[in-house]
């Protein structure tokens, strides 16, 4: 079965500190793809990124940056110098390929405090 | 850009009332997503929908109905509201062939008295 798994409930850190949001998934496929979304306050959940289970490849775009690990099962985001405006909910998701469903990991709230 | 649409953000109703919560969608999508939010739970699917007038249940279609009549337009239907319906409702859409990201509409949040 899949499972998405962010066992941080909630982080705060003062702007300007870096920040990793830990993910860890189950699945049985071999191919599956892994995504990260932003809720901010507004309540719209936007997309990151999204990677597949043959690139291992770690990503980063300005201050974000992804670690894809499948010996461990994870995909870790992390934010460099971070600022007021990334405060937000951070989710990790997991779709298998050729399904529909995407299973949503809990979510982590991330408060930045200036 | 991509937009979604719910008709509305803010929603109070009262126990055994019929609520229909309505979702557009601009881009042509043929895959549409109902979920619900609960604080600790993350976002769990209510019903999904491939095709005008397809639609496949989620893992927690009960209590909820839903109808797609045009392309643009999903519907979900809560045919008796009850209070543990409390929540927070996100529809979503998304390309058809493969697996891609999803597209999210703000979101209603509907209280039920």
């Known amino acids: 079965a899949q499972k998405v798994t962010q066992a941080q409930t909630e982080i705060s850190v003062v702007e300007k500190e870096d920040v990793t949001l830990d993910c860890v998934y189950e699945t049985r496929d071999t191919t599956y793809y892994l995504f990260w979304y932003k809720q901010p306050p507004s309540g719209e959940l936007v997309f990151l990124i999204r990677r597949n289970s043959f690139d291992e490849q770690n990503e980063i775009s300005g201050r974000y940056s992804w670690n894809f690990q499948k010996s461990t099962s994870s995909f870790n985001f992390t934010i460099t110098a971070s600022q007021v405006v990334d405060s937000a909910v951070y989710f990790c998701a997991l779709s298998e390929s050729g399904g529909f469903k995407t299973i949503f990991g809990a979510g982590t709230r991330l408060f930045v405090k200036a | 850009d991509v937009k979604v649409t719910q008709s509305s953000r803010y929603l109070v109703k009262r126990t055994g009332e019929k609520v229909f919560l309505e979702c557009v969608q601009d881009?042509?999508?043929?895959?549409m997503f109902w979920y619900r939010q609960d604080p600790g739970l993350g976002l769990r699917l209510i019903y999904f929908s491939y095709d005008v007038k397809m639609k496949e249940k989620g893992d927690i279609p009960e209590g909820y109905s839903v109808s797609r009549e045009k392309k643009e337009r999903f519907s979900l239907i809560l045919e008796s509201a009850s209070t543990n319906q409390t929540s927070m409702y996100l529809c979503?859409?998304?390309?058809?062939?493969?697996?891609?990201?999803?597209?999210f509409g703000p979101g209603t949040r509907l209280t039920v008295l």
């Open positions: 979503a859409s998304s390309y058809p062939v493969g697996v891609h990201e999803q597209f």
């Open positions: 881009m042509d999508h043929e895959n």
